[in-house]
Each structure stands twice: as C-alpha cells, then as structure tokens.
C-alpha cells in the first residue's frame, strides 16, 4: 500500500522560503511519479510540480515556476519528494498536499489521475 506524508509548512513572510518534504513508501515496482497541489478556500485543487521516477522529470505550473523547485531523494523503499519554495508570495497562501500516481507527469495538473494522497500542510504567507 502506497503512503504519503506530507511535513513542512508553516507560517514564512513574503519573500521567504520553506522546504515541504513528501515521504513516501509502499511502491512495489514499475514507475510513478508524486506530484504536488494546493488548495485554497474558494479555488479548485491546483497542481503545481511533478517528479517522474523513471528519468527525474520535474514539471511547474506557470504559477510557481521560477520560484519552486521540485527533488527526490531515493532511499531503500522510501522516496523522499521535496518542494523548495523560494520568494513566497501572500498568494502561495493554502494546503499544501503531495500525490502520486502510476502514470507520468504529463498531465501532472489532472488530481483525478493520482491514486494515493498525503494529508495536507498548511503554508501561510505573511505581507
């Protein structure tokens, strides 16, 4: 059983930084790729980076591009995602959650095609 856990977040003023980290565990074979979304009161759920675990692949909406990079970190039968996040902005402001899915991240926006999902984590920036 695939498993996330989403840590991190955090109150930061504009224009700093916070590290989310994605533990995850349970992927028995082939590849997959976790991606990351966040949600505000009032939005749709947006994603907003993707890591493929076949070539490392990564992937940023135009939101966050620019500001947030995504990595992993690949230990044994445990894959550590984490998502930089540099320059915040008040409208970085929401729940953070990390997926994954057994598909790739070529339509890493798409939450319907991410099969397991982490409890959010609430990052807040101050103006």
């Known amino acids: 059983e695939v498993q996330l856990q989403a840590s991190g977040g955090g109150l930061v003023q504009a224009g700093g930084s916070l590290r989310l980290s994605c533990a995850a565990s349970g992927f028995s074979s082939g590849d997959y790729a976790i991606g990351w979304f966040r949600r505000t009161p009032g939005r749709e759920r947006e994603g907003i980076s993707c890591i493929s675990s076949n070539d490392g692949s990564t992937y940023y909406s135009t939101s966050v591009k620019g500001r947030f990079s995504i990595s992993s970190d690949n230990a044994q039968n445990t894959v550590t995602v984490y998502l930089q996040m540099n320059n915040l902005k008040p409208e970085d402001t929401a729940v953070y959650y990390c997926?994954?899915?057994?598909?790739?991240?070529?339509?890493?926006?798409?939450?319907?095609?991410?099969?397991?999902w982490g409890q959010g984590t609430l990052v807040t920036v101050s103006s």
């Open positions: 997926a994954s899915t057994s598909f790739s991240c070529f339509r890493y926006h798409d939450y319907l095609q991410y099969n397991h």
